[in-house]
């Protein structure tokens, strides 16, 4: 109980630490604020899926990373080969997914990444509008919203909230150990604290 209220209580802390850091006038926050999503070395502080963070391994694994699609095309694994191609796409055999250019080892980034990230100020359409802010779907465009992006389907959406769950323990875990943090949301296992993870969740 000691320990879960400590986490929790760094948990906040580190919240309030990297609004303020993104708050201040520090260049490299100044795109974080303008996108809504990025990391600052200089301040230790980012931001992803609507959600503030402080570790940049977490980031990491969360953003993906564009490079690597290049390299993906020209895999000798077929099923990497076709993941590359796909605007959504995963290799079952060799555990990458590929979702709008971007490669992820993390299954959780993936079915985040799979949404289009929107900004609220340049939609046209009332009733994306109420859906994003309230997190549902519009019943004209049929577009669902999770955090700050936008999905194809409901079952999108739903893989996608349960995904943010998943994210949103990976910051706490991130308050004392950024590798649990990491083996979380990619369903790996520590190698400092020797616990495994499956769909998000500790199994040992």
Same mark, same amino acid.
């Given at each position: 109980?000691?320990?879960?209220?400590?986490?929790?209580?760094?948990?906040?802390?580190?919240?309030?630490?990297?609004?303020?850091?993104?708050?201040?006038?520090?260049?490299?926050?100044?795109?974080?604020?303008?996108?809504?999503?990025?990391?600052?070395?200089?301040?230790?502080?980012?931001?992803?899926?609507?959600?503030?963070?402080?570790?940049?391994?977490?980031?990491?694994?969360?953003?993906?990373?564009?490079?690597?699609?290049?390299?993906?095309?020209?895999?000798?694994?077929?099923?990497?080969?076709?993941?590359?191609?796909?605007?959504?796409?995963?290799?079952?055999?060799?555990?990458?997914?590929?979702?709008?250019?971007?490669?992820?080892?993390?299954?959780?980034?993936?079915?985040?990444?799979?949404?289009?990230?929107?900004?609220?100020?340049?939609?046209?359409?009332?009733?994306?509008?109420?859906?994003?802010?309230?997190?549902?779907?519009?019943?004209?465009?049929?577009?669902?919203?999770?955090?700050?992006?936008?999905?194809?389907?409901?079952?999108?959406?739903?893989?996608?909230?349960? *995904?943010?769950?998943?994210?949103?323990?990976?910051?706490?875990?991130?308050?004392?150990?950024?590798?649990?943090?990491? *083996?979380?949301?990619?369903?790996?296992?520590?190698?400092?604290?020797?616990?495994?993870?499956?769909?998000?969740?500790?199994?040992?």
């Amino acid at each position: 109980m000691r320990r879960t209220m400590m986490l929790a209580v760094c948990a906040a802390a580190m919240a309030a630490w990297t609004s303020a850091a993104q708050a201040s006038d520090c260049k490299g926050c100044a795109p974080i604020k303008a996108t809504g999503q990025g990391f600052c070395d200089h301040c230790g502080s980012g931001k992803i899926y609507g959600i503030n963070l402080a570790s940049r391994k977490l980031y990491d694994e969360l953003a993906g990373d564009a490079k690597a699609i290049d390299e993906l095309k020209e895999s000798s694994c077929p099923g990497c080969k076709s993941a590359a191609t796909a605007k959504a796409g995963a290799c079952k055999h060799c555990k990458v997914f590929v979702a709008n250019g971007r490669v992820f080892r993390s299954p959780t980034a993936y079915v985040l990444a799979r949404g289009d990230k929107v900004d609220l100020s340049a939609m046209k359409c009332e009733g994306c509008k109420t859906a994003a802010k309230a997190q549902s779907t519009c019943k004209h465009c049929k577009t669902s919203f999770v955090a700050d992006h936008a999905y194809s389907t409901v079952g999108f959406q739903a893989a996608a909230k349960k *995904a943010l769950e998943t994210v949103k323990a990976a910051v706490k875990d991130a308050a004392h150990c950024e590798d649990c943090a990491v *083996a979380r949301v990619s369903d790996g296992k520590c190698g400092k604290c020797k616990i495994a993870f499956e769909h998000g969740k500790p199994v040992s």
